[in-house]
């Protein structure tokens, strides 16, 4: 079955919007999870790793049955898991899968202004243009096993890599446009692009939600990484930190009022989207809903920021 990607017609370029259709019983599955796990069919992937300059990941394209969509794996930090990169170039092409597990991660940046719709059974592989980057709005990034490996350790911040702003990426991530357009069985959602991963910020913990298998969610005030000044940029935004990883092990010793700085990456908030679902109206055009998923951390211990 090939994937369903489509060229969104009626919709004018200078919107250069994204199409993601998606079963409802997969945004209830995911919504309160961190992760995902899936046997992976290598189709493309990067030679060598990026440079720490470019963000030091490897991308992995390929498909998967418990996913349905165009996906690309990626392995942080890749340079420091050789044995990780052999394993994928081992099956990159032979159409053979490996177990594979990382955080699940829905976000408008590869979309290519196409319709993503969610299909059964892995698919066929992309045939176009940059087989690494496919057109995709889904992604398993980081990636945190491999055939067994285990990859968590690669979740620290990238030496080389000048991260992004938290002003200009969260102002970003505020001001973007989402829809919502349900049906009976599945779920529409029409989103412009945003980009900026890699953000570098400060934490405020807020409050804690109960601690799933795979993580924890918390509640957090989001400030600027200024040494000097820290500047209050969100008020309440949901932060996911992954079981076994260096940023999880850390904030767990956080208090209510305590801070920590981070490098993380956003995702749509399918705990959002849900609530969003059931109460409609205009809920349904709000603007983006997303979380961020904490993937290093540069404290040492439990600092203080804002009031």
């Given at each position: 079955?090939?994937?369903?990607?489509?060229?969104?017609?009626?919709?004018?370029?200078s919107?250069?919007?994204?199409?993601?259709?998606?079963?409802?019983?997969?945004?209830?599955?995911?919504?309160?999870?961190?992760?995902?796990?899936?046997?992976?069919?290598?189709?493309?992937?990067?030679?060598?790793?990026?440079?720490?300059?470019?963000?030091?990941?490897?991308?992995?394209?390929?498909?998967?049955?418990?996913?349905?969509?165009?996906?690309?794996?990626?392995?942080?930090?890749?340079?420091?898991?050789?044995?990780?990169?052999?394993?994928?170039?081992?099956l990159?092409?032979?159409?053979?899968?490996?177990?594979?597990?990382?955080?699940?991660?829905?976000?408008?940046e590869?979309?290519?202004?196409?319709?993503?719709?969610?299909?059964?059974?892995?698919g066929?592989?992309?045939e176009?243009?940059?087989?690494?980057?496919?057109?995709?709005?889904?992604?398993?990034?980081?990636?945190?096993?491999?055939?067994?490996?285990?990859?968590?350790?690669?979740?620290?911040?990238?030496?080389?890599?000048?991260?992004?702003?938290?002003?200009?990426?969260?102002?970003?991530?505020?001001?973007?446009?989402?829809?919502?357009?349900?049906?009976?069985?599945?779920?529409?959602?029409?989103?412009?692009?945003?980009g900026?991963?890699?953000?570098?910020?400060?934490?405020?913990?807020?409050?804690?939600?109960?601690?799933?298998?795979?993580?924890?969610f918390?509640?957090?005030?989001?400030?600027?990484?200024?040494?000097?000044?820290?500047?209050?940029?969100?008020?309440?935004r949901?932060v996911?930190?992954?079981?076994?990883?260096?940023?999880d092990?850390?904030?767990?010793?956080?208090?209510?009022?305590d801070?920590?700085?981070?490098?993380?990456?956003?995702?749509?908030?399918?705990a959002?989207?849900?609530?969003?679902?059931?109460?409609?109206?205009?809920?349904?055009r709000?603007?983006?809903?997303?979380?961020?998923?904490?993937?290093?951390?540069?404290?040492?211990?439990p600092?203080?920021?804002?009031?």
């Amino acid at each position: 079955m090939m994937y369903a990607i489509l060229f969104v017609s009626s919709i004018s370029p200078s919107y250069a919007d994204d199409i993601l259709e998606l079963n409802r019983s997969f945004i209830e599955k995911y919504k309160n999870r961190l992760t995902i796990s899936a046997q992976y069919v290598v189709d493309a992937a990067h030679k060598k790793p990026n440079p720490g300059s470019k963000d030091g990941d490897m991308h992995v394209a390929g498909r998967a049955p418990e996913i349905g969509l165009a996906t690309v794996a990626e392995i942080q930090n890749a340079k420091s898991v050789p044995a990780a990169v052999d394993a994928i170039h081992a099956l990159e092409g032979t159409g053979q899968s490996i177990a594979l597990s990382g955080v699940w991660r829905i976000w408008p940046e590869h979309g290519g202004d196409n319709s993503h719709i969610q299909q059964s059974g892995a698919g066929s592989p992309y045939e176009g243009p940059t087989p690494t980057n496919p057109p995709h709005v889904f992604e398993i990034h980081p990636i945190l096993n491999l055939g067994g490996q285990d990859l968590s350790p690669t979740l620290q911040p990238i030496q080389g890599f000048e991260e992004k702003d938290a002003e200009d990426a969260f102002s970003r991530y505020e001001r973007s446009t989402f829809e919502i357009m349900p049906s009976e069985d599945r779920v529409r959602m029409r989103m412009r692009m945003v980009g900026y991963n890699y953000v570098k910020f400060m934490l405020k913990l807020r409050k804690r939600f109960h601690r799933e298998d795979d993580g924890e969610f918390v509640s957090a005030a989001i400030y600027s990484a200024k040494e000097d000044e820290q500047e209050l940029l969100v008020h309440d935004r949901r932060v996911g930190f992954v079981a076994g990883t260096a940023p999880d092990e850390k904030q767990k010793s956080l208090q209510v009022g305590d801070c920590m700085l981070l490098l993380g990456i956003p995702r749509v908030d399918l705990a959002l989207v849900s609530w969003r679902i059931k109460h409609g109206g205009d809920a349904l055009r709000w603007s983006m809903p997303y979380e961020i998923i904490a993937v290093g951390v540069y404290d040492d211990a439990p600092t203080q920021c804002g009031e």
